[in-house]
């Protein structure tokens, strides 16, 4: 008797820098405790670029073929023994990180920070964690949230850097109601959800830094910053100390610009950049929070002097915990308004290669800007 062929599908593979292959695979049916997901959308995001482009995303290097993506929403096919909080043919988004709900940051509540997190699209851990860019995955059916009825795919898709900042906004002590005065260096995705939960929670003025005109306008036209200011672009600061003069006399000019010489409640720093973190420090109000978001340079010069005889609170923030609720609870109720707009492209899986190419490049053949480029059966 001849064996039964499994069922197959397919799966967007990288194997190094720039080399992505639409492969097809074995689809294994889910084990104890998965859900096995149609995945519907998945946005692309900066460290699957990076992984992409460079076959590593920081000091972690893809050892082994990985499919990346992990900004997800889809559709249960399937579940395995043990599941009871979900059936097939619901709607639910994915969150990516797997945590081991064993350790004393996840008796904490701060899962995020397990040291055993395993993160799909991610080659922190060996073996790696496959990520949302097939067409259908096995997932921990815990860390699948059902998607309310008005809530889109794609939708399910933004929660996953929208969790990142609830997090960081949770972590600043930003809530609603609060009428802050909110500040964000750079209006990438990231910057842009920034300004847009700020919005949500009633800041009283919502204002953003960045180099890129282009991006500024968009964040203008498109409501989600009051007030916006292009950085000057300068040569090279010679030394440390004059870094750290021309970061704290640019910022004086853009806060003189936006009438808040004082500085703001809240700056969120998206960029990861060190000229802007050292600019963020002096954007504070005296006794203000300064949050961390954006990852890029690993060593950092910080007029720390400045912070601590100011009481400025500097914040860092990873990932998110227990987040993913309310980013579907806001986006449901429409608390973020034209949030969809920063999803500037669309991409079957089998084109993959051409979105992250796209990334790359930054603006299409029309020149139109790239923000959210999403990929999938949408």
Not at 55 to 60: A, S, T
Not at 357 to 378: C, T
């Amino acid at each position: 008797m001849s064996p039964v062929a499994l069922p197959t599908h397919h799966a967007v593979v990288l194997h190094g820098s720039k080399d992505l292959r639409y492969e097809e695979r074995t689809l294994w049916p889910p084990q104890q405790g998965q859900a096995q997901v149609a995945v519907v959308a998945t946005g692309l995001c900066g460290s699957d670029l990076h992984y992409y482009m460079h076959g590593r995303n920081g000091d972690f290097v893809v050892q082994q073929p990985l499919v990346l993506g992990h900004e997800a929403g889809g559709i249960v096919t399937a579940v395995g023994p043990g599941v009871k909080n979900l059936v097939p043919g619901q709607r639910v988004a994915i969150e990516a990180g797997i945590m081991c709900n064993n350790c004393s940051f996840c008796a904490k509540g701060r899962y995020n920070l397990c040291k055993n997190m395993r993160f799909c699209s991610s080659a922190k851990t060996f073996p790696h964690s496959d990520g949302t860019l097939q067409d259908r995955m096995n997932h921990p059916a815990h860390v699948l949230h059902p998607l309310p009825d008005n809530c889109s795919f794609e939708q399910a898709a933004l929660a996953e850097p929208l969790s990142v900042l609830l997090h960081a906004a949770r972590r600043a002590g930003l809530a609603p109601s609060t009428s802050s005065t909110v500040l964000v260096f750079g209006v990438g995705a990231i910057g842009l959800l920034a300004c847009a939960l700020a919005k949500s929670y009633g800041a009283s003025r919502v204002v953003a830094i960045d180099i890129n005109k282009a991006r500024l306008d968009f964040a203008l036209e498109q409501g989600f910053a009051q007030q916006v200011y292009c950085l000057p672009m300068a040569d090279k600061a010679k030394t440390t100390d004059d870094q750290l003069r021309r970061a704290k006399e640019t910022i004086s000019t853009a806060l003189s610009e936006f009438d808040m010489p004082d500085g703001f409640d809240v700056v969120f720093e998206c960029t990861g950049a060190e000229p802007c973190i050292q600019m963020s420090i002096h954007a504070a109000i005296t006794g203000g929070t300064v949050m961390l978001v954006g990852m890029g340079s690993r060593n950092v010069t910080l007029p720390l002097s400045a912070a601590a005889t100011r009481e400025v609170d500097v914040h860092g923030s990873f990932r998110y915990a227990n987040t993913y609720p309310d980013a579907l609870a806001l986006l449901a109720a429409g608390r973020l308004p034209g949030i969809e707009k920063i999803i500037s492209h669309r991409f079957p899986l089998s084109e993959s290669a051409r979105a992250f190419e796209l990334m790359a490049r930054g603006r299409d053949d029309d020149g139109r800007m790239v923000l959210k480029v999403m990929v999938g059966g949408q």
